[in-house]
């Protein structure tokens, strides 16, 4: 018998669980995404929700998922709109459904109303700006018992390589010159560790493409927060800084003129120190190793057809050009 390394649940089947242990009656679930994790759209008589079934190779332990939950119960409480955990008729919140590799998590959420909105302007930028500065601000008191892997320089450098370096064993001189770059990075941070980092609770995936909603007034929601955890928050901040990179298209003035218009926005907000500003690009770099590894591990469900060698190519080339 061959194993399943992970199985997709049918919408009829998150129906009926929904139904059984929620006060909610669906009318409709439909099956919205396959990526890191599962995502359906769920619909009653009045309302629009979100159930997430977590990967069971990405979050193995209950006491992770009940980390983000956690941390979105209590930023609901501060006033930040989130898509927020809706809990069971027995009043828990996580959900442990059993598929044929095991067991998976299960979280339904409220929806984030609205649109996600491109950041091509300087109004949504410093918007969004605001928006990262007021997440920030609203963690500052947060505090849980519950074990979750931090953003730290293991988590963003050391295991990435080992993934990279297992999907590279045909190209041992890229990795060496890859791994240079990756240690010449690590003790930048290091050295600015030293000299002062903001730590604290992270989005990790703060990009802008997604994962914040805008209502017409432009008031908004963040949503997804699957990566959230202790780290810099000026890693936080790059991951915007990046994202601009590439969806201006080369646009160096754009470009500029967007992150101005973000630092502006989260400044007047929140402080922003000297060794986190010097931080943001070398960070940046981080983040593009970290999304590296990231696409070879996703490889067992995405498959290898975007992740070969032109794929090696393309990121060989790019990170030829750190110059820190």
Partial sequence: MLAVSYSTISERAISDYIADNYSIKPVEVTYLIRGINDTYIVRDEHSKYVFRVYRSDWRTHEEEVAFELELLIYLKKQGLSVSYPIAKNDGNYLNTLHVPEGKRFGVLFSYADGEEKPIDNENISSLFGKAVAEFH???????????????????????????????MLHRKEDFAFLEKVAIKL????QDLKLRGLDW??????????????????????HYDFDICGYGWRAYDIA???????????????????????FLKGYTSVRELGKNDLEAIPVFVWIRELWLMGLCFQLCHIDGVIDTGDDFIDDKIELFRKVKL
């Fill in 137 to 167: 601000m609203k963690t500052a008191q947060f505090t849980s018992n519950k074990q979750r892997s931090e953003l730290n320089l293991e988590f963003l450098i050391d295991k990435p390589l080992k993934i990279i370096q297992q999907a």
């Fill in 186 to 189: 690590k003790n930048i941070i």
């Fill in 200 to 221: 604290g609770i992270c989005h990790g995936d703060l990009h802008g493409n997604q994962n914040v909603s805008f209502r017409k007034d432009l008031s908004y929601t």
């Fill in 239 to 261: 991951e915007f800084r990046l994202a601009r990179q590439y969806h201006t298209n080369g646009d160096k003035e754009l470009l500029e003129r967007l992150w101005e218009a």
